[in-house]
Every structure is written in C-alpha cells, then in structure tokens.
C-alpha cells in the first residue's frame, strides 16, 4: 500500500473519521507534514552541492569576481524552479523578505523611467539592480533542502579562513600596506566582517560536532584577522557593535550589568591586543587627525577622506531637495559630482567620485523620497523578521539563524552611513546571498522543530 494511502487509513481510524464529505483538520495536517517531510528527504540531498557552491561564491568573490557573480546568478536562476514547483510547500514568511526588496527595486525602476537609462544602457542597470532582486528565489532552495544533521554554517566558517588567509597572503607575503583580496580594500574589510558577524552566531551547532569548537574559533580568528590587516575602519567600529550584541545575546541568563561589564572586558582586550599592530595605530592616528579639527570647530583645510566624505553628503542632500520625488537617476550623480567640482576647483579630489559615500544620501539623491522611503523600509523589514525569532520560545538553531541575520543587519546599516553597501556589486551579492541563505536556513529550522511538536503532540494525548 502506499505510503500516504496507509496513513489515510491509519488517521481515519486514530480520529474516527471513516465517513462523511471530508476529514478532520489533524489528518489534513499530519498528511500534510508527511508529504513536506517525503519532499525534504529528497531535496536535501542537493545540500552538499549547495554548500560547494556557496563556497566558490563567498570564498571567490574577489579572487575570481565574474565567476563568483556567475555562479550566484545561475544558482538564482536555477532557485526559480523552486519556487514555480514547490511553491504551495513554501511558508508565507517568506513574503516578509521578498517584498520590501521587490519595493526597493520598484523605486529604483520608477526613477529611470522618470530620468531616463544610465549612459552605460540597461546592461549596466540591471546587472547592478537585478542582484539584489535574485536573491527571492533562493531563499527557496535554501529552505526546501534545509537538514537539521548536517552543518549549514560551514560555509561560512570556510569564508571566513579564506579571506584570512588572503589577508596573510596580501600584508606578509606582497608587503602590501593594507590586505584587499585583489581588489578594494574597503570592500574586503567589509566582506570580512559580515563573514565573521555571520559566523559569530554558529556557536550552537559548531559546539555539538567534533573538533566543532576549534573550527569555530580558528573561522573566527581569520575573519577578525582579515578585518584588522584590511585597515577598514568603518568594519572596526562596526565590529565592536557586533560584538556587545553577540555577547547580549549569549549571556542572557546573567543581568544586564554582568553582561555589559563581560562585553566592555572583552572589548577592551580586543583594543589592547590589536593597538600593537602598526596597522591600526596607523589608521588611528590618521582617524584622530581627520576628526579633530571638526570636533574643536576648526576650519578643515586638509583635503582627507572624511572631508571628501562631508562635502559629497552636503552635494548629495542639495542633490536630494532639488528632486524630490524621483531623483536624478543613475545618470545624474556622476554629472553633479563633476559640475560641482567645475565650480569649485579646490575640491578636484572629488572628481575621481562616482557616489556619494553615504547609502541614504545615495538613494535620497538617485531615486528621490520614493526611492529612501523604500530604502528605510527594507531595512526596518528585514531587521523586523530576524529579530522577532529571537525570542526563547523559539529552538535555538532557529534563534542562532535568527542572530546571524540580525548582525548582518547591523554591519550593513553601519556601513551605510560612510559608504553605499546597496550599490556596489560584490556587497550586493553578499547581502544578496547570505541574507537569503540564513532567511531560507531559519525558517527551515522553524520547520524541523514545528514538525517534531506536531509529531509528538498526538503521541501525548494517549
């Protein structure tokens, strides 16, 4: 007999309803469960090869750029089967994070209508537009093959030792000033850091495998080590906000003093520890220079990063008011940069500019009010759905994929106050990937622990 025949029969019998137009809710549900558990069993089984590819994504991304991009497109591409033939399986949270970025997107669309395509056509727009677009379908993949036995974290875990080792690579053995994987270094020490925000939340399951704990550790050591030898100190900073919520959120069975005096020691081991490297004493003395003439109200008259910084947010905003509603498009903020720089040949530092170092300014100055709106929106959405899993009542792999996605979070919002991490492309399919990895992963946790209180709850009543 088959197998949902035979539990057709079973259930009828343990509720007692052999006859009538319809049966009782618990069987719709149990047999409903089953037909989701038969599927899992099978699509699990593609796990491992998806590990291997987000490997190759997050571990290539800068080594081997247009390889990387390839294989998140293909693997978004490869997703919307998914999602057209599994979609009655799929849970409707899901909305909660396809939606505000298919808002976002929707501003993005509406201002070049409103401006016209970018000079570079739509080749350059869309593959800039559509990456953050195409991570809706994976979260469908990475829900659907989700298997509580085995370890969804050690992707992660390998990202964060291969952007170590680079780091290495690039400060020790290429002598070169500041590690930026081949290509940026600002980017790099970003990556870096929603790597190890990412990995910081894998405690629980890495401590419940063998050699898990070192494992852990060693993925963490790397990233921070990456982080450091990047010079960034945006990821710096950002770091430590990681790290006092990582630690609120560990020792919540201590008080809120405990915790607060266990994250300042441990903060302020990280300072010590770290001051003595040339590197950040560097990039210290460099911070302390550029932001004491503003706090003593002094006239800036080095032209330095941060002065860069000041000036494109003051032409972004002016940028901003002058249109409102839809912005300038993806043509105009080069052209403003340029013919504010016409007018005023001291800052010929911006010329080299092509954003405005600051997401919000970006979004308010390229798509208008439409376009920040639809911004804000995004991030309180997403933040919303990782934090409401956080909660006790919750298992903590659920709770864990839940923190993985808050921290990530909070580096991108931190990043986007000096630089534009929902523009640049490598940041977009970082966000793009792993948010919806972690998204799919926890609301397939959700589903192995609801699945194992319905199986049991029947059994209890006995």
């Not at 029969?9 to 052999?18: E, M, Q, W």
């Not at 979070?409 to 990937?433: C, E, R, T, W």
Request: aromatic share 12%; net charge positive.
């Amino acid at each position: 007999m088959p197998r949902l025949a035979y539990l057709d029969v079973l259930v009828c019998c343990r509720f007692g309803r052999t006859t009538g137009r319809g049966i009782s809710g618990e069987f719709l549900e149990m047999k409903t469960s089953l037909a989701q558990s038969e599927l899992q069993a099978r699509l699990s089984t593609i796990e491992p090869l998806l590990n291997a590819v987000a490997v190759f994504i997050l571990a290539t991304i800068f080594l081997f750029w247009d390889g990387s991009r390839a294989a998140y497109v293909l693997l978004a591409l490869a997703a919307l089967v998914f999602v057209i033939k599994y979609r009655p399986q799929l849970p409707s949270d899901q909305r909660l994070y396809a939606w505000p970025i298919i808002a976002y997107f929707g501003a993005s669309a509406l201002s070049v209508l409103a401006n016209g395509l970018p000079e570079s056509g739509v080749n350059s727009l869309g593959s800039r537009s559509l990456l953050l677009l195409m991570a809706i379908p994976l979260v469908s993949i990475f829900y659907l093959s989700f298997n509580s036995e085995r370890n969804a974290w050690i992707k992660f875990a390998v990202a964060c030792m291969v952007m170590g080792a680079q780091a290495l690579i690039d400060t020790q053995i290429l002598n070169e000033a500041r590690a930026d994987g081949g290509h940026n270094s600002a980017a790099f020490g970003f990556t870096a850091l929603a790597m190890t925000s990412v990995m910081i939340a894998s405690y629980y399951r890495f401590s419940q495998i063998r050699f898990g704990k070192a494992i852990y550790f060693l993925a963490l050591l790397m990233g921070v080590c990456a982080m450091i030898l990047s010079g960034t100190r945006t990821s710096w900073l950002a770091g430590f906000a990681v790290v006092v919520i990582a630690m609120i959120f560990y020792l919540n069975r201590y008080s809120f003093l405990k915790r607060a005096l266990i994250a300042i020691t441990l903060l302020t081991g990280i300072i010590i520890v770290s001051s003595s490297l040339p590197i950040v004493q560097k990039r210290v003395d460099q911070m302390i220079e550029m932001v004491t003439p503003y706090v003593k109200g002094e006239e800036q008259t080095e032209f330095n990063s941060l002065r860069k910084r000041v000036e494109l947010w003051k032409l972004g905003w002016q940028m901003g008011m002058e249109n409102k509603i839809f912005g300038l498009g993806h043509n105009g903020i080069k052209q403003e940069i340029n013919a504010y720089v016409a007018k005023a040949p001291h800052l010929k530092g911006l010329g080299t500019k092509s954003h405005l170092h600051n997401q919000f300014m970006q979004t308010f100055a390229m798509s208008g009010l439409v376009g920040l709106f639809s911004f804000v929106a995004l991030l309180i959405c997403h933040f919303w759905i990782f934090t409401k899993y956080l909660g006790k009542q919750y298992s903590m792999e659920v709770r864990c994929f839940a923190l993985a996605g808050l921290l990530l979070m909070v580096a991108y919002l931190l990043k986007s106050v000096p630089g534009v991490p929902f523009y640049g492309k490598q940041y977009l399919v970082i966000y793009g990937f792993v948010s919806a990895a972690i998204w799919g992963s926890l609301l397939g946790a959700l589903r192995e622990s609801n699945r194992t209180g319905a199986f049991i709850a029947p059994q209890a009543s006995n």
